[in-house]
């Protein structure tokens, strides 16, 4: 939690996000995963000064404990003085403690948000998956809860001003409006109207450029002109040579023998994960992963 600290921006992490969006689509699923189409309501999780602290706080918890559907996990919500904005204990259950920091008494709004991502560190321990490393899995923490669609409510709790500033979880504001750009490309939402923070707003428009330009990358046809002349050269150079490095647009080409047919392997825009295809002209693939249709000069 940045707490009146600067905040981070850009995109530092946005390789491990993308392995976590791959992540969640090999061990849940593309069925699973689409069956998280509907995100949190806002009117759901809302959490005003005048409600009981600690009824709405469980009330709260288990709206989002029915979203990510547990139904056999139970959440207990308490408050109390730490560094970080939440903590939970990852137990067998049913029972799971989570304990918000102090200063949630006085921001009540942002409670979804920090539930929001310790109900996810439950829903991704029952499921068994986990990145190795605390700061990766906390990443991939924060991925899961946008992509499976609560997250959005950690990117409404970031505000800054000249005077304090507030951002809760390790993505920055920029990947968190990555993150919810790819997954209303794929869900077909329009997250735009769920944000009461400006600031939000802003980074999640920033975050819809980056997931536009994945769109954008050759070998798919929608690749602008210097990226398709820049592909072009790399296919001459990987035609007389048989092979070539993986080059700045992410796409590789190799020759599993030397009498075979020339391959480029590059990333699905959607979920990531490498797609390998005969380097011979225009065609439509479809990734095994997320089902996604691409459009492909290659």
């Not at 849940?28 to 009117?43: K, Q, R």
């Not at 139970?74 to 408050?79: D, L």
């Not at 990145?131 to 899961?144: C, K, M, S, Y």
């Not at 920029?174 to 707003?201: C, D, H, N």
Request: charged content about 25%.
């Amino acid at each position: 939690m940045a707490n009146d600290r600067p905040v981070e921006h850009g995109y530092p992490h946005l390789e491990t996000v993308r392995a976590a969006v791959t992540a969640l689509y090999k061990r849940l699923s593309y069925d699973t995963v689409h069956s998280f189409d509907t995100s949190v309501a806002p009117a759901d999780v809302a959490f005003g000064d005048e409600d009981d602290l600690h009824l709405g706080a469980q009330r709260v918890a288990r709206e989002l404990v029915r979203h990510l559907r547990l139904p056999d996990a139970r959440v207990i919500v308490s408050f109390r003085e730490m560094e970080h904005a939440a903590f939970v204990e990852l137990t067998a259950g049913p029972e799971y403690f989570i304990e918000l920091n102090d200063r949630f008494r006085r921001h009540r709004r942002d409670v979804g948000a920090a539930l929001a991502h310790e109900v996810m560190h439950v829903y991704l321990h029952r499921l068994g998956l986990t990145f190795p490393g605390t700061r990766a899995n906390e990443i991939l923490t924060d991925t899961a809860t946008t992509y499976l669609g609560a997250g959005w409510l950690l990117l409404d709790a970031y505000r800054e001003d000249g005077a304090s500033s507030q951002k809760l979880g390790y993505l920055t504001p920029e990947e968190f409006g990555y993150v919810l750009a790819k997954r209303a490309l794929a869900f077909g939402e329009a997250p735009e109207t769920w944000f009461t923070s400006p600031q939000a707003y802003t980074a999640y428009t920033r975050g819809l450029a980056q997931a536009r330009r994945d769109e954008r990358q050759p070998p798919l046809t929608a690749a602008g002109w210097a990226g398709r002349r820049r592909y072009a050269k790399d296919r001459r150079y990987a035609l007389d040579h048989g092979s070539g490095p993986r080059t700045e647009g992410s796409y590789s080409f190799s020759r599993p023998d030397a009498a075979g047919p020339l391959r480029v392997s590059f990333p699905c825009p959607t979920c990531h994960q490498r797609i390998r295809l005969p380097a011979r002209g225009r065609l439509r693939a479809r990734c095994a992963l997320c089902h996604a249709l691409l459009d492909c000069d290659t």
